[in-house]
């Protein structure tokens, strides 16, 4: 819940941003464009043509590559070293916009390198930021905040605050996102002076709401309603609205937790009427936000109050979770949706609607699974459990209830007799103790034996948690064996959002559905320390079909199988080949220009199953230079993992499987590619 209040300003304002730029980008570039049509072969193109590319890329990143090497051409063509840093930048930023952080880095690198060439002191420092930029969003915070520094002090030297400015907040939001909240707090203080020394009001009053959203992660809630108080009085003096209401919200959700419902219910509408009154702005988050926010006010009132009163606050609280709800399943929403879920779950348990709530707690463990899979199913099948165990719990009172009844009923009846029948004196009072006595045994067995199945019970769900536990740690154990290459599951989200952005819903399904897939299988053979050549080479076919859509033309490759073969009943090793695959795509091919073919041939020769990949890459000398060269190399250890696996495989087995690699020369005795050979005794 924090990280999604602490994210929202992140995601709001560049959409917002960008629907009121495009139109005017449009214009200026219609502008540029004819401008470059009339231009002559000098500096001035250049300039032109960078600009056009600047322009491009947040409207189309392919128009924009393009015009940007247009300008590196002319700029390198004429000698204009300016020009040349110039284009560098212009194509990082397009290559960014299609998420392709890897060459966007390098790029920057290159304008950095030519700046430091000709003391270019703004795009040194530009570039240093952007640099930073690209080694935070890949994950990498150490090297983030050493670039961001250097930035920092390069502006500072020259007088450039506002670049000071904004690279302080984007290390602040780097530590707040890793939890460091002291140092986060430092970076924004130092934000807000700077906007204060330049005169940017608005971007003060962010840095103070954001300072409130560290005190409250704190556990300071008095100090982090203080400056939300604070940032509330800026943006209301600055007429955004929008800025009002998410503070409202953050005020609701500080005096929740400070455990004032009243002052959080009365904020939160506040902030929703606000909301309600916005146009042109895209409000859906914020609502779904704001109404998961009262759905735990009205929680949290019910807690404090007592009969119909906490009914009516239970039932609020249902509505406003419902509505959160509803707006994330819309916008697919999933990390809020898990909250408002839950919040659902525990409204209706709290009312008595047993059956409705455990259905809700099953949909949010379901949502959650994607997130961290095992402690969500741990968390599921134990809430299952206690559901279970609750309602025999009642079953079991309600029939002590009903013998408890029994039982005064009889004694009843006995009373009225005895005084009845006064005549027959000693022999109803032996009849009445003979009554007694039979119903005080018979429910004495009868609560031993509840009692007896009560413990059996308890008994069995111990057994099956331990069985959980059991089974949840061997699942992780096979997950931690799968993870081969976070880099390419980085990739893929990365090439699934790219088509999601640029609506290509059709390419986006089918990559996802790809991606499902080649997830499943993995995670289908890691639980196994054998799989058959067969599913192995479905894997295989799945990766490269994922690496061919998102790298295009640059990879082709083809898989055949002798007709001999029966794949169904060959056992190897789980992910034995792709290590391979996936070198001679990053090092063979990647780093040639046109790309190139991987071919795998598997076949049996002399009883040994022989499978060789061949690529017509660079070479492993050729890839071991450009590795030292290229500080922003891809890192691949799978080959190495993979040794250590076939050794073990070989001893467990007594097998004598092993792996050659060889590099291969054309006639001219240049290196044309490399060839790996795994080599099988089959049993």
Not at 300 to 329: E, H, T
Not at 588 to 600: H, S
Request: hydrophobic letters at 40%.
């Amino acid at each position: 819940m924090r990280q999604i209040c602490f994210f929202l300003w992140l995601i709001l304002l560049p959409a917002v941003a960008c629907s009121q730029l495009s139109l005017t980008n449009q214009r200026i570039v219609d502008s540029l464009t004819w401008l470059v049509n009339k231009a002559a072969e000098d500096s001035s193109k250049v300039d032109l043509l960078s600009n056009l590319s600047k322009k491009y890329y947040p409207i189309d990143y392919k128009k924009g590559l393009e015009y940007g090497n247009r300008a590196l051409s002319l700029a390198k063509k004429i000698g204009w070293k300016q020009g040349v840093m110039r284009a560098y930048s212009s194509l990082a930023a397009n290559y960014w916009a299609r998420n392709d952080f890897m060459r966007a880095q390098d790029f920057y690198g290159e304008s950095l390198k030519v700046a430091r060439e000709i003391n270019n002191k703004m795009f040194i420092a530009i570039n240093l930021h952007d640099i930073g930029i690209c080694y935070d969003v890949t994950g990498n915070s150490e090297k983030a905040v050493a670039y961001y520094k250097e930035s920092i002090a390069a502006a500072s030297a020259n007088g450039f605050k506002e670049l000071e400015m904004g690279t302080y907040s984007n290390i602040a939001d780097l530590y707040s996102n890793e939890k460091k909240y002291d140092e986060a707090l430092s970076y924004y203080h130092r934000s807000l002076k700077l906007s204060g020394q330049i005169n940017k009001p608005l971007n003060g009053a962010y840095y103070i709401q954001k300072i409130g959203l560290i005190y409250s992660y704190k556990g300071d809630q008095d100090k982090a309603l203080e400056y939300v108080n604070k940032a509330i009085k800026l943006f209301e003096k600055l007429g955004n609205d929008e800025g009002v209401a998410f503070c409202l919200n953050e005020q609701s959700r500080l005096y929740v937790a400070k455990k004032e419902p009243a002052q959080a219910i009365k904020q939160c509408l506040r902030a929703l009427n606000m909301l309600a009154q916005l146009k042109g702005t895209p409000t859906q988050k914020m609502q779904s936000s704001f109404n998961l926010t009262l759905g735990n006010a009205y929680a949290l009132a019910a807690k404090q109050s007592q009969g119909k009163q906490a009914i009516d606050f239970l039932q609020l609280a249902v509505k406003s979770y419902g509505r959160a709800v509803s707006i994330d399943k819309a916008i697919n929403y999933r990390e809020s949706a898990a909250n408002g879920l839950k919040g659902l779950s525990e409204s209706l348990e709290a009312l008595g609607r047993h059956n409705e709530a455990l259905q809700v707690y099953k949909e949010y463990a379901a949502n959650n699974d994607s997130i961290n899979n095992s402690e969500k199913l741990k968390d599921y099948t134990r809430h299952e459990l206690a559901f279970e165990y609750a309602r025999r719990h009642d079953s079991l009172n309600y029939e002590a209830r009903l013998q408890k009844q029994e039982m005064a009923q009889v004694r009843a009846a006995a009373d009225s007799k005895l005084k009845q029948r006064s005549l027959y004196g000693v022999v109803a009072i032996v009849v009445l103790l003979l009554i007694s006595s039979y119903f005080f045994f018979r429910a004495r067995v009868q609560q031993i034996r509840f009692k007896s199945q009560l413990a059996n019970e308890k008994a069995q769900q111990q057994i099956k948690e331990m069985g959980f536990e059991s089974k949840l740690n061997d699942l992780t154990l096979a997950s931690l064996k799968s993870q081969m290459n976070p880099h390419f599951i980085f990739n893929c989200l990365n090439s699934i959002k790219f088509y999601v952005e640029k609506n290509e819903t059709d390419a986006a399904s089918l990559y996802i559905t790809k991606f499902s897939r080649l997830i499943r299988s993995i995670l289908d053979s890691a639980r196994s320390e054998k799989i058959s050549l067969a599913t192995e080479l479905e894997l295989i076919r799945l990766y490269l079909e994922m690496e061919a859509m998102r790298l295009k033309e640059k990879l082709r490759y083809q898989i055949d199988v002798a007709d001999d073969i029966d794949a169904e009943f060959i056992e190897i090793p789980p992910l034995l080949i792709q290590p391979y695959v996936e070198n001679a795509i990053w090092h063979g091919l990647m780093p040639k220009q046109e790309g190139g073919v991987i071919k795998i041939d598997v076949r049996i020769v002399n009883s040994c199953l022989l499978i060789t990949i061949a690529d017509d890459g660079i070479g492993r000398e050729q890839a071991g230079v450009l590795k030292k060269k290229n500080k922003f190399n891809h890192a691949s250890h799978g080959s190495a993992l993979n040794n250590e696996r076939i050794a073990m495989f070989n001893a467990r087995y007594k097998t004598n499987t092993r792996v050659d690699i060889t590099d291969l020369y054309n006639h001219a005795g240049i290196a044309c590619g490399t060839l790996v050979t795994i080599k099988m005794l089959l049993q």
